[in-house]
């Protein structure tokens, strides 16, 4: 399966309104659209891409191109909210790529200018300083107290354990496959089979850096579908495995049935902040993204409590420039809004600086995954949209499909450009 092959669901010509309400078109509002029409022409004056507005207006330097099929439904939705009209625009159906441009290779120029570190903005300062405009905070129904964590986790890892297992590797690992030398090839080489092998060899590099052996005592706090934790109990250690999503918490304790280590692991739907008892390690993998900022500092100190003397943490984290997130920490973004409520990714430096001030542990960088997840991404996207048929199946319309190809493209091309990475970082106490 080619990076070029086609999403099954391509437009979406029916009004998507009523099932979902947040893409119904905004008002039209003549100031906002010449804003937006501005600033179109703006970020397109050196992008290496092509953005045709209709059949008169094209704007860029040529390369990977869009086309807007309803180019004032596309300004309004831009001049309306500056942080997911965009991505919006996208779910409506107003544009797409050209025929033959893969998305994220279309996403790619506009991450690129925000990993550049002479730029790292889409627009000139001058009409940076409007973009409070349009720009939204974020809701105050997304806190990550105990109830609101545990509503913000379902609405997406709850969705459906069938679409995850669609797309998903048979491990059911969702964080960055190691690929090693490979996560530098061609991303139109990245095969589905050789996913599972990478997401074996990142769970192992994880429990190595950790120093799991037959004994240990090991907590897995955000444990997904329980692969890390199957997969240290295969190594003769006693796990206990957290999460807060219900659904995603009984597919586990199965899996871990299956694989004949249900009396080594133990499944709870417990808060990280309710957790009691000392382990030699502590593993939590990708899950400080939806921690929220405000609870940072709670989440290490659990950390530290939980560990015994001598033990060892292993965090592995989706992080962004240190600049970038304290310039949008406060915005409410498109992945906020439609994959990851009450999230934010943080950076490598304000994880040094929490772990300083709040607690005993120093964290330490053991490796480096950005290029890998890119790819993790790529093989991803390309197995939704062969599997989208059997996912429609299930109840999930084009909209979603829409929202999903987005959201892994949209990723991808932040992986891609350095504007995200991934890091596996190693705790310990100072």
């Given at each position: ?78 001049g309306h909210d500056a942080g997911s009209g965009f991505g919006e625009a996208y779910l409506a159906g107003d544009w ?229 997130m304290l310039a949008t920490r406060n915005t409410f973004t498109w992945v906020q809004k439609y994959i990851f409520p ?78 995200l990475d991934d890091v596996q970082l190693r705790l310990t106490r100072r």
């Open positions: 399966m080619t990076d070029l092959m086609p999403p099954v669901h391509r437009r979406v010509h029916q009004p998507v309104a009523e099932t979902w309400p947040t893409l119904a078109r905004p008002r039209s509002n003549p100031v906002r659209r010449y804003g937006a029409a501005t600033a179109i022409k703006l970020i397109a004056k050196d992008l290496p891409a092509t953005i045709h507005l209709d059949s008169n207006r094209s704007y860029g330097l040529g390369g990977p191109a869009m086309r807007v099929h309803r180019t004032s439904a596309f300004l309004d939705r831009l797409d790529p050209e025929p033959g441009t893969d998305l994220a290779d279309l996403l790619v120029p506009f991450a690129e200018r925000f990993s550049n570190e002479e730029t790292r903005h889409l627009l000139p300062k001058w009409a940076q300083s409007l973009r409070w405009l349009v720009t939204r905070s974020q809701p105050g129904d997304q806190e990550n107290d105990r109830a609101g964590a545990r509503e913000n986790i379902s609405r997406h890892y709850d969705l459906s354990n069938a679409m995850f297992a669609e797309f998903l590797d048979p491990t059911l690992t969702y964080s960055a496959a190691y690929f090693g030398d490979a996560a530098h090839s061609d991303l139109a080489t990245a095969s589905y089979d050789e996913l599972t092998d990478a997401q074996l060899r990142k769970l192992d590099s994880i429990l190595d850096a950790a120093g799991i052996v037959s004994g240990s005592r090991v907590l897995d706090i955000g444990c997904g579908w329980a692969s890390l934790a199957i997969r240290a109990a295969q190594r003769g250690a006693w796990v206990t495995a957290i999460t807060i999503a219900s659904q995603q918490a009984l597919l586990a304790q199965r899996r871990i049935a299956d694989a004949g280590v249900g009396d080594r692991v133990q499944v709870a739907l417990r808060d990280y902040r309710d957790q009691i008892g000392e382990f030699d390690a502590v593993l939590s993998v990708e899950m400080i993204e939806a921690v929220g900022e405000k609870y940072w500092p709670v989440y290490f100190e659990a950390i530290e409590r939980r560990l015994a003397p001598g033990g060892v943490a292993v965090v592995q984290a989706i992080v962004m420039p240190h600049e970038r009450g999230g934010l990714i943080p950076s490598i430096k304000v994880i040094e600086d929490v772990t300083a001030q709040h607690t005993g542990l120093r964290a330490d960088v053991v490796r480096h995954l950005g290029a890998d997840y890119a790819r993790t991404l790529r093989v991803w996207r390309n197995r939704f949209v062969e599997r989208w048929p059997a996912i429609s199946a299930l109840g999930f319309d084009d909209t979603f499909g829409r929202m999903w190809e987005f959201y892994l493209a949209y990723s991808e091309a932040g992986f891609r450009t350095g504007y």
